[in-house]
């Protein structure tokens, strides 16, 4: 058994405070682990100070000293000088009584997510190896939300070494994980899976915390750890920053105890006179052998909602299905709107889709016009939802608001870029990507917030995903659509198609996909709209056949309509051999143009039922 083992068996012991937020209350902005290198001298002071204020174990700066994080500030090259430097500085401020951590943060932070987990894993054993080559007492691998990550990594860690392990999770609500895993049976996983020592860091206060800890029993063979934030941060003058209360730990040190904790630090917002508090309020060090657990309270269970009516996947896997694109307006009359909504309606479309600020252009909301669709015509609205309007808290907020309008059909897409719109200095959210926000919505059917809690309903949303064939390689496009399926993508819409043969090519590439799709077609309504879509529009490229023959129509607007619906019926006839699902893009609000084709293609379905179809998606 190691030395520090054998140290928090025999005693509590005090580990460091913040390094990244106090590096930052001094002014540092860039990547703190370079810090390292370039101010190496600023690094040892803090190591010492923390030493100085009586903490027993520190941890070496290198929470993001991964190849990931670091190629976020262009320092992907140096993950190996930057840890060695590390551990050497902690090892220089050190005394002969001080335990030194290799710290190892977590990649998928409460945000967005990076890297794929093969990535992860190659980042994870880089990092790794060059702190147990330069000697460390113990690895601390913290600020994980993500327990799957925290788990691969665990797994690997033990593996490569017999040194100690301390896991730390975080948690957004007390007791519960992003997963909705309860604190107590993870850090138990953790305990199985190896672990030394389990706890909780970041986010949270001591008063969540304790909450928290209060319903964990003593491990049986693993020692417990705490890390509590000083508080939650505040925010002035551009500035994030915490309420320096020392105080306040000072008098949860001895109920840290009393939870069973062997190792108590302080994370984000705490400085050395945290520590000193820690260590003044810790007058027994002796730890504690028998626990009286507080159970937290008892999850909610989240119940289901029935469907009135059949979803979208279970329509297009019986039968073809038409769904029509009819934007929002971007002004407030809505008179044209709806009447082109009711004759869509009437012509027997199977959702009306709303797209979410197209084109990065503010348009009436699309959940409200989906309401009073759903209201004046019973309709089913399929809403579109991006990434780029609303941070993480938005989104889940929207969410809520979609389930209880009665909302279910969903698409769940990245959204253009600001600089495309009208306002191209706005500033775009982006938290999550196409591929969380797909997670999010699944574990809102779950009933789970993003923080892992209960939001005593369950969801029903019908999610489908954007797949863009006109691309280079189709191969890879399809391999997205897989890793979408994984994160809870039920179908598919695809951009606006111009090439009958590229229709084939995209069924002979998606057959074995297992999940439907849409075959996205809308009608040109002159050369002009032609041109633009092909040369300005990002994800829609027209055949140079289809141009001439918008050309041809010498501007005159009847015959462009005319010909734009010809085409458009050509890449129907051939989509509906292959695929079930077509969706209508309305062009300018040429609802005229979406309801000719949508009784075009009742029509044709009918013809179709008259022969065998020897192929069909």
């Known amino acids: 058994m190691s030395d520090l083992l054998n140290a928090l068996k025999e005693k509590i012991l005090i580990g460091d405070g913040a390094m990244g937020s106090l590096l930052y209350s001094y002014g540092v902005n ?14 040892l002071h803090i190591h010492k100070a923390y030493i100085d204020a009586g903490a027993d174990v520190i941890q070496t700066n290198t929470y993001g000293a991964n190849y990931i994080k670091l190629a976020q500030h262009g320092l992907e090259d140096q993950v190996k000088s930057i840890n060695t430097a590390a551990v050497k500085l ?9 335990f030194i951590l290799g710290t ?4 998928h932070g409460s945000q967005a997510s990076i890297g794929t987990t093969e990535e992860i894993k190659r980042s994870f054993r880089e990092q790794l190896y060059c702190l147990l080559l330069e000697g460390v007492d113990g690895l601390l691998l913290e600020t994980y939300y993500d327990f799957d990550e925290l788990k691969t990594v665990l797994k690997i860690a033990r593996e490569a070494t017999d040194l100690p392990i301390i896991t730390n999770v975080s948690m957004h609500e007390a007791g519960v994980l992003q997963n909705g895993l309860s604190l107590a049976d993870a850090l138990a996983e953790l305990e199985r899976l190896g672990a030394d020592v389990v706890g909780v ?26 890390y509590p934030n000083a508080s939650f941060p505040g925010y002035q003058d551009g500035k994030l920053f915490y309420e320096n209360k020392p105080d306040y730990f000072e008098n949860y040190a001895e109920k840290f105890r009393e939870a069973g904790v062997h190792l108590i630090g302080g994370c984000c917002g705490t400085t050395p006179e945290h520590i000193t508090a820690l260590k003044k309020g810790l007058t027994n060090r002796q730890p504690i052998q028998e626990k009286k657990v507080i159970p937290f309270h008892k999850a909610i269970q989240a119940t289901s909602t029935a469907l009135t009516k059949p979803n979208l996947v279970e329509t297009v896997n019986k039968r073809h299905s038409v769904i029509v694109e009819l934007d ?51 309709a089913t ?29 969903l698409l769940a897409i990245t959204g253009d870029p600001t600089k495309i719109g009208d306002f191209p200095g706005a500033t775009s959210v982006f938290d999550v990507t196409s591929f969380q926000l797909l997670e999010l919505i699944q574990r809102f059917n779950e ?23 006109n691309v280079r390689h189709l191969d890879r ?34 057959k074995d996909l297992g999940a439907p799709i849409y075959i996205g077609i809308m009608p040109l309504t002159s050369t002009q709209n032609a041109e633009f879509l092909h040369n300005e529009v990002p994800g829609i490229k027209l055949t140079d056949e289809v141009r001439k023959r918008m050309a041809f129509t010498n501007q005159n607007r009847a015959l462009a309509t005319q010909e734009g619906l010809k085409i458009a019926e050509e890449l129907i006839d051939t989509a509906l051999e292959l695929f079930h699902g077509i969706y209508l893009v309305t062009p300018f609000t040429r609802y005229d143009m979406t309801v000719h084709l949508t009784n075009y293609i009742h029509n044709k379905v009918e013809k179709l039922k008259e022969k065998p179809v020897s192929i069909i998606q």
């Open 30 to 43: 860039r990547c703190f682990e370079e810090h390292n290198l370039t101010h190496p001298d600023q690094v």
């Open 90 to 98: 902690a090892k220089k401020a050190a005394n002969e009584n001080t």
């Open 104 to 107: 190892i943060g977590g990649i």
């Open 201 to 226: 860091n970041c986010h949270l206060g001591p008063h969540h915390m304790l909450k928290s800890l209060a319903s964990v029993p003593l491990p049986k063979k693993a020692l417990l750890a705490v």
């Open 328 to 378: 929002s307006p971007k002004h407030l009359n809505t008179d044209k709107y709806f009447k082109g909504a009711k004759a869509l309606q009437e012509a027997g479309v199977d959702a009306i889709t709303l797209a979410d600020n197209s084109l990065a252009s503010p348009r009436i909301c699309n959940a409200s016009m989906g309401s009073l669709l759903k209201q004046k015509f019973d």
């Open 381 to 409: 609205p399929l809403v579109h939802i991006t990434c780029r309007d609303r941070n993480l808290i938005g989104l889940q907020s929207h969410l809520m608001g979609l389930h209880t309008l009665g909302i279910t059909e």
């Open 447 to 469: 009933g789970i917030s993003w923080s892992g809690k209960s939001l005593q309903q369950k969801t029903n949303f019908t999610v489908a995903a954007a797949f863009n064939p």
């Open 477 to 510: 496009a399809t391999n997205r659509l897989r890793k979408k399926i994984e994160c809870g993508a039920d179908y598919f819409i695809t951009q606006p198609i111009y090439n009958r043969q590229q229709i084939i090519d995209v069924y002979e590439a998606t």
